[in-house]
């Protein structure tokens, strides 16, 4: 794609990545077949083409309006387009590059600004749990559209002793812990039987992924600074390395060497940080994850984990050598609608996603849904009949229940 970018652009780092990644685009369009708004909508603006020809002109300077945003806000930044692109157009990058930019060229409305304010502010501070349990207990009470945002809180269960010389640190990161702590306490046990400990640090909080893919993007590198901070001693200590149960952060844990790169103080540990991130899916045999034998599990594999960690496959085998009969539904590759705050901003498109992929999910007649994060568990479980669950919460369970029939609640 020919581009002439405006020099204040080409006078950045970030701005010549972003001209090398437009070069790369040839026009050809095979990513808006594998674009979940562009399937919804049929709108070459709300497909990756159609959004990078928008970001081109922004970075050229010429004329964008608050349709520009509209546009752009839609996207869901499941990458999926790059796991379809020919020429390895690095989409992601470019539109998290370009989202700063658009919030200084279309000022949002005051109420627009405030929601995505205290989206960032609110949901990795210390504030957010206690007001999820508020929530929960008028959850009843609630209007159903807001009772359907707060999620049933699930007993988390003993967290075993760190017994065993191998120690991984554990990633509790923000929504999950508040809102899921059951999934660390059911991975704390499964690698305990494993012959591994779990272990928790304090210090660490949110991965930044929420206020990076918000247009925060000094906000994001102090949550990835507080975290190397909180994990550089442990790791020193001998800590093999840090455990993420959800795909989202995974993928942003991964990317710290690449986001801190020009930072003189933090470049290097957080490179060495990225290099010890290791997803749940990544960790495979070591679990020794067999268990009963014959539960039908429909699996739901988050765009993080196929497109981001380009990790297709490794939920359905792990959960294959867990003894599961798996069943991955039509569409695997679609997102579900979760996409971090995307179903807050644009509850509508992410409502239709979510019916498609739940009605796609159930042809397999499953007696749980697995998923491997946190925000398409909860997305999800909001509006499914069947239990949905992280895929070592059912691992867990099965382990423990060997031999009994398998049953979720």
Avoid at 38 to 63: N, T, V
Avoid at 327 to 348: E, I, K, N, R, V
């Amino acid at each position: 794609m020919r581009a002439r970018l405006q020099q204040t652009v080409l006078a950045t780092k970030p701005g010549r990545e972003a001209e090398t990644i437009l070069r790369s685009c040839v026009h050809c369009g095979f990513c808006n077949a594998t674009c979940p708004t562009y399937q919804l909508l049929g709108d070459e603006r709300d497909g990756p083409r159609g959004r990078i020809y928008q970001i081109k002109s922004l970075l050229e300077g010429l004329p964008v309006t608050t349709e520009t945003a509209t546009h752009l806000d839609r996207c869901l930044t499941c990458r999926a387009c790059e796991t379809t692109c020919p020429s390895g157009v690095q989409y992601g990058r470019l539109i998290d590059y370009a989202r700063p930019l658009i919030e200084d060229a279309v000022p949002r409305a005051p109420r627009d600004r405030f929601q995505r304010w205290l989206l960032r502010k609110l949901v990795p501070s210390r504030a957010f749990a206690p007001l999820l349990a508020a929530g929960r207990a008028v959850r009843a009470l609630l209007p159903r559209a807001v009772r359907d945002q707060v999620p049933k809180a699930r007993a988390a269960g003993d967290w075993p002793s760190a017994r065993h010389a191998t120690r991984w640190l554990a990633f509790d990161g923000c929504v999950q812990q508040a809102a899921r702590p059951s999934i660390n306490a059911a991975a704390a046990r499964v690698f305990d039987r494993a012959g591994l400990s779990l272990v928790r640090v304090q210090g660490a909080g949110c991965c930044g992924a929420l206020a990076h893919h918000l247009g925060a993007h000094a906000e994001a590198l102090e949550c990835a600074r507080r975290n190397i901070d909180a994990w550089a001693a442990a790791l020193a200590g001998g800590a093999a390395g840090i455990f993420c149960a959800s795909s989202g952060c995974s993928a942003m844990l991964k990317d710290y060497g690449r986001l801190l790169a020009d930072d003189p103080v933090y470049a290097g540990r957080a490179e060495h940080i990225a290099a010890h991130v290791r997803d749940a899916t990544e960790f495979g045999a070591e679990l020794r994850l067999a268990g009963a034998v014959g539960v039908r599990v429909a699996v739901q594999a988050p765009c993080s984990l196929q497109h981001g960690l380009r990790g297709t496959g490794r939920l359905e085998a792990a959960l294959t050598a867990a003894g599961c009969d798996v069943f991955t539904p039509a569409d695997a590759h679609l997102c579900c609608g979760s996409a971090g705050s995307y179903s807050l901003l644009q509850p509508a498109l992410a409502g239709a996603l979510r019916t498609r992929k739940l009605e796609q999910l159930a042809v397999g007649a499953p007696a749980v849904i697995a998923s491997a994060n946190i925000g398409c568990l909860l997305h999800l479980e909001a509006a499914s009949d069947i239990p949905v669950r992280h895929w070592l919460e059912i691992v867990d369970h099965l382990q423990s229940t060997r031999g009994a029939p398998a049953h979720f609640d």
